[in-house]
C-alpha cells in the first residue's frame, strides 16, 4: 500500500511519521519548498503533555515560558507556574524539525506532484473561511527580541474584537499578533493599535510595522473526510476557538490518521476518535454569546483573577491546557461578593 499525505505541516508530517515507521509507503505532498515560514505564535501549549505524546519533541530547539500576563480592559493578572505554559518556536524550524523526522522515518518529499498513493490525508491547512461553521483572521509577525523577554502578554478584546491580541516570546523573536472572529473590520489599523500600545506599557518594542495574514479555523468541520479522504489538522478544523490552539490537535490527528490507515479502520472509525480524543476542546461556545456579555465576563474574570489566586490558576492552567477546571462555579461565587 501506499499512502499520499497532501500537506507537510505539523498534521502531515505527524501522520507521515507514523506511517512510515510502520513501513508504510509514505509520500508526503506540499506546494512549497522547506523550510517555508508560517505565520504562528508558534506555542505548544503545555509541552510536558506534548512529550507524553510525542516524545521527540523534547529534542526541538525552543524556548520554555513560565509567565504570563492576562489583560481586560481595566484589569489584568500575572501569573507564574512551576511547570511549563508553554514552549515557543518559529514555525519555519519546528516544521522543519517534524519533516526531517518524517523523513528519516523514511516518508518521502515531494513538492507539487499529483498523489499516486492509494490512500490520501488532506492536510493542506485552512484554505476558505466558508469551509468552517466559524473562522477568524490573525495578523502576526515575529519581531527581533531579546532573550531575556520572558513573558507570554495576552489582552483580550482588543479594541473590541471577539479574540485577543498577543505576545509570545521565542528564541530570538517575539511574535506578537491579533486574532478576532469573523467578520471583523478594520483589522489593519487595530493591528497597529496594538503594537503601539505595547510599546506605551513598556510590554514590548516592535520597532517597526510588519505583518502577515492568515485564516484561522474557529469551530471543526460537520465531517472529518471526504469519501475515504481523511483530513486533518486546520484542513478539518480542529483548533481550540478559546485561545487559537491547534499545533496539539493538528498533530493528535495526524497520528490518528495514520492509526487508522495502519490498521485498516474505516473513516467513520477516524472522525470518532477524532471527537473522543479532542473534540471537547473544539466547541466555540463563547461565539454564541452577545458581545456585551463575552467581553463583560472576561472582564470580570481577569479582575476576579487579580485578587483570587486560586481562580487566576484555575484560568491560567484552562488556558495553556495544563489542567481542566470548574471555572464558572468560582466564578459564579465572585458575582456575589
Ligand atoms: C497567527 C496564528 C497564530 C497561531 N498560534 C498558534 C500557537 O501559538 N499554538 C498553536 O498550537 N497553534 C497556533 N495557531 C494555529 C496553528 O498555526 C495551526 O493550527 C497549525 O499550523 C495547523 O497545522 P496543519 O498541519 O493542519 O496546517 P498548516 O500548518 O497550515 O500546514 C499546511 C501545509 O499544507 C501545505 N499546502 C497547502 N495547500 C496545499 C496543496 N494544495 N497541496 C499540498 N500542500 C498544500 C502548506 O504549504 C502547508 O505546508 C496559530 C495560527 C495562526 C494563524
Redesign the pocket.
Known amino acids: 500500500m501506499k499512502v499520499s499525505i497532501?500537506?507537510?505541516?505539523?498534521?502531515?508530517?505527524t501522520a507521515a511519521f507514523f506511517l512510515a515507521s510502520a513501513g508504510i509507503e509514505t509520500e508526503l505532498?506540499?506546494?512549497?519548498e522547506f523550510p517555508?515560514d508560517?505565520?504562528?505564535?508558534?506555542?505548544?501549549?503545555n509541552p510536558l503533555l506534548y512529550f507524553r505524546d510525542f516524545p521527540y519533541l523534547e529534542e526541538a530547539d525552543g524556548k520554555y515560558l513560565y509567565r504570563a500576563i492576562f489583560s481586560c480592559g481595566k484589569h489584568s493578572m500575572s501569573y507564574t507556574s512551576k511547570t511549563p505554559l508553554i514552549k515557543?518556536f518559529v514555525?519555519k524550524d519546528l516544521?522543519f524539525f517534524l519533516l526531517n523526522k518524517a523523513l528519516k522515518a523514511g516518508a518521502a518529499l515531494f513538492i507539487n506532484k499529483p498523489p499516486e498513493g492509494e490512500v490520501i490525508i488532506d492536510?493542506?491547512?485552512?484554505?476558505r473561511a466558508r469551509d468552517y461553521p466559524k473562522a477568524g483572521v490573525?495578523l502576526?509577525w515575529d519581531f527581533p527580541a531579546r532573550e531575556d523577554t520572558d513573558t507570554v502578554y495576552i489582552h483580550y478584546a482588543f479594541q473590541g474584537i471577539v479574540g485577543y491580541g498577543w505576545a509570545?516570546p521565542k528564541k530570538g523573536f517575539a511574535?506578537i499578533?491579533i486574532?478576532a472572529l469573523l467578520p471583523q473590520k478594520n483589522m489593519r489599523s487595530i493591528y497597529w493599535s496594538f503594537l503601539e500600545f505595547l510599546e506605551s506599557e513598556r510590554i514590548f518594542s516592535a520597532g517597526k510595522k510588519s505583518f502577515s495574514v492568515?485564516?484561522?479555523p474557529f469551530a471543526p468541520r460537520r465531517s472529518f473526510h471526504e469519501g475515504s479522504t481523511l483530513l486533518?489538522?486546520?484542513?478539518a478544523g480542529?483548533?481550540k476557538p478559546a485561545t487559537?490552539?491547534?499545533?496539539?490537535?493538528?498533530m493528535l490527528s495526524?497520528r490518528l490518521a495514520a492509526q487508522s490507515i495502519i490498521e485498516g479502520k474505516p473513516a467513520s472509525w477516524y472522525e470518532e476518535q477524532c471527537r473522543k480524543g479532542f473534540g471537547q476542546h473544539l466547541k466555540p461556545l463563547m461565539f454564541s454569546w452577545s458581545r456585551p456579555l463575552l467581553f463583560g465576563t472576561l472582564e470580570k474574570a481577569i479582575k476576579i483573577g487579580s485578587r483570587d489566586e486560586l481562580f487566576k490558576k484555575m484560568f491560567a492552567e484552562n488556558f495553556f491546557r495544563l489542567g481542566s477546571h470548574n471555572l464558572a462555579l468560582r466564578y459564579t461565587r465572585h458575582l456575589f461578593t
Open positions: 497532501l500537506g507537510a505541516g505539523p498534521a502531515g508530517s505532498i506540499d506546494i512549497r517555508r508560517k505565520t504562528c505564535a508558534g506555542g505548544l501549549f515557543t514555525r516544521d492536510a493542506t491547512g485552512a484554505r490573525c502576526a509570545y511574535n499578533g486574532g492568515k485564516l484561522i486533518a489538522g486546520d484542513r480542529f483548533v487559537g490552539e491547534g499545533i496539539y490537535f493538528a495526524g
